[in-house]
């Protein structure tokens, strides 16, 4: 196993971890998923760390908003408070009206069912994006994130490597290529790699410390 491969085991065994785990959404390509990872990449688009937005999500989930019928059925208010309880409160009442006008979107647009959003963009990386940013509080960053962490049930994305997970590689002196970096992990583990990369460049994980790990 080459330097880069054992650098790479390290950060999946400190940070396996996807941002989409972290916020209680079992991920599959089913309607009610892939509407929670877009609810939390809303969340994790704006000026706050990745955490609070990760606990910003489990509290709306928690409140029972997991669905787009259910988001646009909850009131402002309601929305308002759950995102409090997950202490999101700088942009809490921009969130909350963006949240209810992204979820009447979903239903009016995609019938409350992604995949045919996904279906529409024919897989094509490009096409996604635009389609994504058309969600309101979704700019190319919250659309990068999604189908960051969106590739592990939508494989025809990957291998898909945003700025930030290539900033990550970076820092890490690992290839700054989405195949390169591919090649160093099995085809079915790159999306929690690219999260764990994301991670290393957000300052959440220490560069230095898998570096360690990697050449104990």
Known sequence: ???????????LERQGQTYTEEAGIRLADRPGPLYQLLVLATLLSTRIRAGVAVAAARELFAAGYRTPSAMEAASWQDRVDALGRGHY?????????ILGTGARLCLDRWHGDLR????????QPAQL??????FPGIGPTGADIYLREV???????????????LSGAERLGLPK???RLASL???????????????????EESAGAVAREAHR
């Not at 994006?129 to 058309?134: F, V």
Request: aromatic fraction near 8%; hydrophobic fraction near 35%; charge should be positive.
């Open 89 to 97: 409160r700088r942009y809490d009442e921009r969130s909350a009206t």
């Open 151 to 165: 590739q592990a049930v939508w494989p025809d994305l990957r291998p898909y490597a945003d700025r930030r997970t």
């Open 1 to 11: 196993m080459g330097d880069n491969q054992k650098t790479a085991q390290a950060l």
């Open 177 to 179: 290529t989405p195949q």
């Open 129 to 134: 994006r635009r389609l994504l940013t058309s």
């Open 185 to 203: 992990v099995d085809e079915a583990e790159f999306g929690r790699f690219a999260s764990a990369l994301v991670r290393v460049a957000l300052g």
């Open 116 to 123: 045919r959003l996904h279906r529409e963009a024919q897989g």
